[in-house]
């Protein structure tokens, strides 16, 4: 989620006194049928987007990110955690094993999310304050950053399935633009105006199509990826002024996990991102949506109430929540590599959290730069990167 500095800075404030002063957060009413939904299966496996890798297990599309499922691409990477500071353009960066800051390093103008890339071999800071923009690639053997690329308004950086594409969200310009992930030379563009905070995507089990988040409009739009056009629209209608953020593909393929702020849920869709199916109540600011590493479980950050949802990645039903004691505001983040930890960025409270993922228990809060966002965990299992904060297959 893109603010302004100085309005995220505002925000911050507001929810620390509101949290200080016991001031509740506006109150939806959300009525959801969390049963098990009529999910749509997932396209056929051998049917995939020319040139995907073909996938490992066809019932989980995260079977190779399983703990020491190392590509090659991670031998001699740094096991470091990479936090971009919004409001201070710089990134944090913390050794895992002692949850201490060992460096910090320049993000460009407002850093918002660090992206491996496809081949794993690359880190990119991606820094928006428009009208300018920056991807600074960082090697993670040494955990130190090169010469950024000059890129408009990278909010948010994803990669085609099969690779030959990386796409830059260009949320300011409600554009998806498509750039050669090598030389960085521009593709084409693919203009969403009806999408206002274009921001997060997943693509189906195909690799055929992706789901992406319309922040600001309250829906949701479905990306032909070979085609490179728009095929869908979704209105949302948990809530008048819904706010979608993550959007995730469930491990067996299914079903789409769409994370909503205002209406502090999951929204569920099929796996064929054709059709809404239902609603699942998390928390207030639903956020950030990862997965354990054996599949079974989805964890949902709830920025608004300090919590961590946890769900079965096969009903969809609540099974736990963990919260952050005295209060936070966990955004985005990832999975430890041996599946142990799950990382979050405190997104007001200017820090990091760690919670252990058999115990729900924090093991600790380290404090960073200000307004942290889409922090990264290196080295990662998996063959390819999808983009975000580590969405691999």
């Not at 049963?35 to 297990?57: F, K, R, Y």
């Not at 189906?204 to 629209?233: H, P, S």
């Not at 991102?273 to 699942?280: D, E, K, L, N, T």
């Not at 639903?286 to 300090?306: K, L, P, T």
Request: glycine share 12%; hydrophobic share 35%; with cysteine.
């Amino acid at each position: 989620m893109r603010f302004r500095k100085a309005f995220l800075g505002l925000l911050g404030v507001f929810g620390l006194v509101a949290a200080a002063c016991g001031v509740p957060e506006p109150d939806h009413q959300v009525h959801a049928d969390v049963s098990a939904p009529t999910a749509v299966p997932a396209p056929p496996q051998t049917d995939l987007l020319a040139g995907m890798p073909p996938p490992l297990d066809a019932g989980d599309v995260y079977a190779a990110t399983r703990p020491g499922q190392l590509s090659e691409a991670m031998d001699g990477v740094r096991n470091l955690v990479y936090v971009p500071n919004s409001l201070d353009d710089t990134v944090s960066v913390i050794d895992p094993n002692t949850f201490k800051v060992v460096d910090t390093f320049p993000g460009g103008n407002e850093p918002q999310h660090v992206v491996p890339s496809y081949d794993l071999k690359t880190l990119y800071v991606a820094a928006d304050e428009v009208p300018g923009g920056t991807l600074t690639p960082v090697d993670p053997k040494t955990g130190k950053p090169g010469v950024p690329l000059q890129v408009q308004d990278p909010y948010n950086l994803y990669f085609t399935p099969d690779g030959s594409s990386a796409i830059v969200v260009a949320e300011y310009y409600k554009r998806l633009d498509f750039y050669d992930p090598h030389t960085w030379q521009r593709q084409g563009q693919v203009s969403v105006p009806d999408c206002a905070g274009v921001n997060h995507m997943d693509f189906t089990a195909d690799g055929k199509l992706a789901l992406v988040t319309c922040e600001f409009a309250n829906r949701m739009i479905v990306l032909d990826v070979a085609g490179r056009r728009q095929v869908r629209t979704f209105q949302l209608d948990q809530v008048h002024d819904g706010m979608p953020q993550d959007s995730r593909l469930a491990p067996d393929g299914s079903t789409f996990y769409v994370a909503d702020m205002m209406a502090g849920g999951v929204y569920l869709f099929d796996g064929a991102a054709s059709r809404q199916i239902g609603f699942v109540p998390t928390g207030k600011g639903a956020h950030g949506i990862y997965f354990s590493r054996d599949s079974r479980r989805v964890f949902v950050a709830n920025r608004g109430e300090g919590s961590v949802s946890v769900l079965d990645s096969t009903t969809h039903q609540p099974i736990g929540k963990w919260q952050v004691p005295g209060g936070g505001s966990p955004d985005m983040g990832g999975v430890s590599a041996d599946g142990k930890q799950l990382w979050l960025s405190g997104r007001y409270h200017n820090e990091v959290y760690v919670f252990d993922t058999d115990t729900g228990h924090l093991l600790a809060r380290i404090r960073v730069g200000a307004g942290p966002h889409g922090l990264t965990y290196m080295p990662q299992p998996g063959r390819y990167s999808l983009g975000h904060t580590g969405n691999l297959r």
